[in-house]
């Protein structure tokens, strides 16, 4: 059974970071090591916990060998992505010069239009999703039309107020007590 000795200020800067924290499985693990050091049994914390034994033991390990960060739950990596890095020049270019250059009868490129622009001249087969994700990863933002209505002309604004202004003097609520 691995015994757990905090001092007290270390004690405390774990609670606060138990109570800090919003990722759930970080609080599971700081519960577990702050649990341990109250004295409490490994099989009695993990019934109180709902995981097995050999789970607040492998977490109490990793806060001996490498303290708080150790605790800190890692994103798995994930499968790697079918766009090479080496094309960001390139897509970044496409990009910036619009898909008339390209030959495409757009004003404006999509990320499914960029995949498919990618199939088309490399051969690589990757989705919408995969290239908004690179897009993001490196930087690009696809260019989104925006419109907007010129300000009308302020005599015309300032008579349409006033307007409206009179129209709600002389609107007056009826009292339907007469």
């Not at 109490?60 to 890692?74: E, F, I, M, R």
């Not at 087969?125 to 009308?152: D, E, M």
Request: hydrophobic share 35%; charged share 30%.
């Amino acid at each position: 059974m691995i015994r757990i000795h905090l001092p007290s200020a270390e004690a405390g800067r774990l609670e606060a970071h138990f109570r800090s924290t919003s990722d759930r499985k970080l609080r599971d693990r700081l519960q577990i090591v702050l649990m341990a050091q109250r004295g409490r049994a490994h099989q009695d914390i993990a019934a109180d916990l709902g995981v097995h034994r050999k789970t607040v033991t492998r977490w109490l390990n990793a806060y001996c060998d490498g303290g708080l960060p150790a605790l800190q739950p890692k994103k798995a990596p994930g499968k790697p992505g079918h766009i090479p890095v080496a094309l960001t020049d390139e897509m970044r270019r496409w990009v910036i010069d619009g898909p008339v250059k390209s030959g495409l009868d757009r004003a404006n490129w999509t990320h499914e239009e960029l995949a498919d622009h990618l199939r088309k001249t490399r051969g690589i087969q990757t989705s919408r999703s995969a290239v908004q994700r690179f897009c993001a990863k490196i930087g690009i933002r696809l260019y989104r039309p925006t419109y907007r209505y010129l300000r009308g002309d302020p005599a015309k604004q300032a008579q349409a107020q006033e307007e409206l202004a009179d129209l709600g003097k002389a609107r007056r609520p009826v009292n339907s007590s007469s």
